[in-house]
């Protein structure tokens, strides 16, 4: 099992001198990676499920603040959970990607789309929230494309998105393209990371035995692709208090890597609680190569 720690801006507040903090104590203490979360804009009645988001949570751009943290880390790995992928354009999404891996020496490893689930989100960015689905798809096979493309340029031309020719430098790090996971709760979302993803990070309410039948949806539209099921990594939520029990049950369902959440509003209860979780599970921070 691996394990990795989520940081929200939302939270925890804009303030660079927390956020260097937390991410250079989250590497010390030996997890994988540090994701971060994404709103495009917020409005006054948006809900997610029961809940109503106070407009004011500052959610800060993922990609920007995960170049921040790049930049005060040397080891750790960069996630999103999610980036919100119908609402990026593709093409100036694959550069931005390409870049941040590159400059973060190939960290930009645990990119985790979804389609978001705010309507007025979706109207503020100019997208048709009923295709947004459609969109995300198309959007996934685009960054694909522009990844492996050479010099003499790639061509596409689909329901949302077209060109010819188009080259798209610099490559990620190591000239290959990056690991796209897919996250959300939805069946549509399973179906999409066993046809298109390198893996699932499912979210939301949802059942034990929802969370199987998803898990099994993902493999069989991995087998129906063509795709190799076993390839597929399984992302979940833990949380900062579980057990090595919790651990072991979800490693018996398949899940590869947890990422837990702090619980303290402050920096020294935030070290605290990841220094614990740490000495619980071992965690190693791994040598600089």
């Known amino acids: 099992m691996r394990f990795a720690i ?58 920007d603040t995960l170049t921040f943290v790049a930049a005060a880390t040397s080891r750790i790995l960069l996630g999103t959970g999610v980036l919100l992928l119908p609402y990026h354009h593709p093409v100036t999404l694959a550069k931005r990607l390409a870049t941040i891996d590159l400059l973060s020496r190939g960290r930009m490893r645990l990119l985790t789309v979804g389609v978001g689930a705010l309507p007025g989100e979706a109207r503020a960015v100019g997208v048709d929230f009923g295709t947004r689905g459609r969109r995300a798809d198309e959007a996934i096979d685009v960054l694909r494309l522009l990844w492996e493309g050479g010099e003499e340029g790639v061509s596409h031309a689909g329901e949302f998105f077209a060109f010819e020719n188009l080259c798209s430098f610099p490559k990620p790090s190591g000239g290959a393209g990056l690991p796209i996971h897919v996250g959300g709760s939805s069946l549509a979302a399973a179906r999409r990371a066993g046809q298109r993803g390198d893996g699932y990070f499912p979210g939301g309410a949802l059942t034990r035995a929802e969370r199987a039948a998803q898990w099994e949806l993902v493999r069989s539209s991995a087998a129906e692709a063509g795709r190799d099921p076993d390839a597929l990594e399984q992302t979940r939520w833990g949380t900062i208090d579980m057990t090595g029990e919790r651990v072991e049950e979800l490693a018996a369902q398949g899940v590869t890597r947890l990422v837990i959440s702090t619980s303290a509003p402050d920096v020294d209860g935030q070290r605290e609680e990841m220094s614990a979780f740490a000495r619980r599970f071992s965690l190693t921070a791994p040598a600089l190569t």
């Open 6 to 63: 989520s940081y929200s801006t939302a939270h925890s507040g804009v303030d660079p001198d927390a956020i260097a903090a937390f991410a250079r104590h989250a590497e010390e203490c030996g997890f994988e990676a540090l994701y971060v979360p994404e709103h495009v804009a917020l409005y006054p009645g948006a809900k997610l499920g029961p809940w109503e988001i106070p407009p004011t949570l500052p959610f800060a751009d993922p990609l």
